[in-house]
T-cell receptor
């Protein structure tokens, strides 16, 4: 039931791109993306609702393929501040509950 | 400033003692949640509440208890029945009138000695 994230870890140089995937075995109502720095609370990045939409915020964007029950997070021209662990939270139907993946650890080096 | 507060940030307890973690929000959110996070792991749902005086078990509720007497507050008690209580505990809240986005507090790191 827990969504599967891939890859588990990514190492980048500043300016490189990355894609993080999130797959669920259940039909989804929404997908939420968060970034967590070590020892801190997860910070909300964006939400994608049922309907296959794509969203973006500056150089971070995401897509949601409802039929495949998958979401992908795209980080373009990465910055040092992008380092952290990225979690997807999936919401089956409209349950008000999120099920979080195990996370993808991203490290950006100068 | 609106937000979610958790206290304390660090907590140490002896094995066999109950301990209560505080979570308060002034965002006027209806729903509140408690998660547990272990090193290198994702977030696992302990309990959640969608309305005052009502709450539901999450995936790992055994050894924990909660109350929701006020909209702003959702304290979590870690009882002596919890086999491995040392973890990072995160509280979150969301508005069901919006898109159910959950906003997290800063967390409490509990260490049981």
């Amino acid at each position: 039931q827990q969504p599967v994230q891939s890859p588990q870890a990514v190492i980048l140089r500043e300016g490189e791109d990355a894609v993080i995937n999130c797959s669920s075995s259940k039909a989804l109502y929404s997908v939420h993306w968060y970034r967590q720095k070590h020892g801190e609370a997860p910070v909300f990045l964006m939400i994608l609702l049922k309907g296959g939409e794509q969203k973006g915020h500056e150089k971070i964007s995401a897509s949601f393929n409802e039929k495949k029950q998958q979401s992908s997070l795209y980080l373009t021209a990465s910055q040092l501040s992008y380092s952290g662990t990225y979690f997807c939270g999936t919401e089956p139907h409209n349950t008000d509950k999120l099920i979080f993946g195990t996370g993808t650890r991203l490290q950006v080096f100068p | 400033d609106g937000g979610i507060t958790q206290s304390p940030k660090y907590l140490f307890r002896k094995e066999g003692q109950n301990v209560t973690l505080s979570c308060e929000q002034n965002l006027n959110h209806d729903a509140m949640y408690w998660y547990r996070q272990d090193p290198g792991q994702g977030l696992r749902l302990i309990y959640y509440s969608q309305i005052v005086n009502d709450f539901q078990k999450g995936d790992i509720a055994e050894g924990y208890s909660v109350s929701r007497e006020k909209k702003e507050s959702f304290p979590l008690t870690v009882t002596s029945a919890q086999k491995n209580p040392t973890a990072f505990y995160l509280c979150a809240s969301s508005s069901q009138r919006e898109t159910d986005t959950q906003y997290f507090g800063p967390g409490t790191r509990l260490t049981v000695l």
